[in-house]
T-cell receptor, first 114, second 118 residues
């Protein structure tokens, strides 16, 4: 049973650039959530996607956007990168309606903005 | 707004000793509660969850947690710690939004780092 996978594992960008992170959910899962984990902090909710639509958004600016594809995989895009965007970005998947509450996390993508 | 507090930033225990990690939450009702573990450079692994019913829940790797409604607490315990348990532990609460098709998000505490002395 394939778990949640994310790519790339590490990424280095410079301020002002744009980045795209990718996530494949756990087999059979249809809902994808993205979280940002800054160093020394707990993860913070960015947004959740279901049926290719953004369903809920946390307190993040419009520079953060996403997409979900028909195969349930998802992308997180961040424009105009700031130094403060350096973090571990975690993707989590879940299954509606049976087990929406339980989110399974991928290993994350570590983004460094210079 | 809901919040999660993990009062201990760092805990050190000897291998074989018992472990207790504290978590308190602020929420208008009893939320869904979770404990996750994160090894260095890794993602989050679900240890256990509480939705309702028996206030003592069992998880993986010998962990258990106790929910106390009166104290808004969800305490993680392990009777005997192994060196491989050294990691960071996060408590989280789940919140539903019932608008549209509905959505769900987790709010995490800042974590407790566990060090294990051989």
């Amino acid at each position: 049973d394939a778990g949640v996978t994310q790519s790339p594992t590490h990424l280095i960008k410079t301020r002002g650039q744009q980045v795209t992170l990718r996530c494949s959910p756990k087999s059979g899962h249809d809902t994808v959530s993205w979280y940002q984990q800054a160093l020394g902090q707990g993860p913070q909710f960015i947004f959740q996607y279901y049926e290719e639509e953004e369903r809920q958004r946390g307190n993040f600016p419009d520079r953060f956007s996403g997409h979900q594809f028909p195969n349930y995989s998802s992308e997180l895009n961040v424009n105009a990168l700031l130094l403060g965007d350096s973090a571990l970005y975690l993707c989590a998947s879940s299954l509606r309606p049976r087990d929406l509450e339980t989110q399974y996390f991928g290993p994350g993508t570590r983004l460094l903005v210079l | 707004a809901q919040s999660v507090t993990q009062p201990d930033i760092h805990i050190t225990v000897s291998e074989g000793a018992s472990l207790e990690l504290r978590c308190n939450y602020s929420y208008g009702a009893t939320p869904y509660l979770f404990w996750y573990v994160q090894s260095p450079g890794q993602g989050l692994q679900l240890l256990l969850k509480y939705f309702s019913g028996d206030t003592l829940v069992q998880g993986i790797k010998g962990f258990e947690a106790e929910f106390k409604r009166s104290q808004s607490s969800f305490t993680l315990r392990k009777p005997s710690v192994h060196w491989s348990d050294a990691a960071e532990y996060f408590c989280a609460v789940g919140l539903f939004s019932y608008s549209g098709a509905g959505s769900y998000q987790l709010t995490f505490g800042k974590g407790t780092k566990l060090s294990v002395i051989p």
